[in-house]
């Protein structure tokens, strides 16, 4: 799959290597993943239909914080290995964990809290976006062991809302599937996919048509970009209903200059992926 994807785009080859670098890791890592059961309360779950919470907050997922470390330490390598910005991040990183700066395993442990590893960045002059991206994707097999567990306590049909339904987080992508291609939302933290309006804007609920509009890269329709003039946002869909369903991070990466053109009519992307950030 990723070689259909480097042949059709040979200038995105040494960012997929990367990418398919950290996914057999993360594959190798969800081996020895320990994950306990997740208890969650009888009126809390009764309270998600109608109430629109999500079944947990991002911060909620419990974690296996030795296998993450372990990751960590195997993509600080893939990292420095990649490209000389993020091998001097790295060095870098290792600097501050080795003088104690930094407890890596409490850091982990905090998952994702966005403020929390802007202030350690800030701290210690490192770059934020390479600092999160190692901690997401470190923690990323437990997120997804979470997901697994808690999706049978979802109905689906009864979920209309624009965040995720397990964990609370913005959508990455959109895509369409089936034949009459029904659209869903794919969750930018844990993962999950959950089904939506076609017209609906996931961000600030918009639903006016007129408001709502497209634009398919050149000979490409099965890659869009749907934007919306009401918050001046994008999502970008993937066209399911033409493309064998594999691995949508993985097309969002191949199809950064769809970001590109979006960005220049004007439009921001919420949840960047890591390249676009
Ligand atoms: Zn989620
Ligand atoms: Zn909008």
């Excluded at 770059?127 to 109905?155: C, T």
């Excluded at 995720?164 to 993962?191: F, M, Q, T």
């Excluded at 996919?193 to 398919?216: A, G």
């Excluded at 691995?247 to 220049?264: G, K, M, N, R, W």
Aim: aromatic share 10%; charged share 30%.
């Amino acid at each position: 799959m990723i070689q259909q994807i480097k042949k059709k785009r040979p200038g995105y080859g040494k960012m997929l290597d990367f990418y398919q670098k950290v996914k057999e890791a993360q594959d190798k890592a969800k081996a020895s993943l320990k994950i306990g059961p997740i208890h969650l309360k009888k009126e809390w779950k009764e309270l998600l239909g109608k109430e629109g919470f999500s079944l947990i907050q991002k911060e909620d997922f419990p974690l296996d914080i030795e296998t993450s470390t372990k990751l960590f330490a195997i993509l600080c390598q893939i990292g420095k290995d990649s490209n000389p910005h993020m091998a001097e991040q790295v060095r870098r990183i290792k600097e501050v964990i080795d003088n104690k700066k930094i407890d890596l395993k409490k850091l982990l442990s905090k998952g994702m809290k966005e403020e929390k590893i802007k202030k350690v960045a800030d701290e210690s002059e490192l770059d934020k976006g390479v600092l999160s991206f190692l901690i997401q994707s470190s923690i990323k097999p437990s997120i997804e062991a979470g997901r697994e567990q808690l999706k049978s306590e979802l109905d689906l049909e009864t979920w209309l809302n624009g965040y995720c339904p397990v964990c609370g987080s913005l959508p990455l992508l959109s895509l369409l599937k089936g034949e009459v291609g029904k659209k869903y939302l794919l969750c930018s933290y844990c993962g999950y996919q959950w089904r939506i309006d076609r017209l609906f804007c996931p961000f600030c609920n918009n639903t006016e048509q007129e408001f709502l509009k497209y634009f398919y890269g050149e000979r490409e329709e099965t890659y869009r970009i749907d934007l919306c003039d009401k918050c001046h946002q994008y999502i970008k869909t993937i066209d399911y209903r033409t493309l064998e369903e594999l691995d949508p991070v993985l097309e969002d990466l191949a199809t950064l200059h769809l970001d590109i053109l979006a960005s220049q009519k004007g439009y921001k992307r919420p949840i960047p992926n890591f390249w676009t950030a």
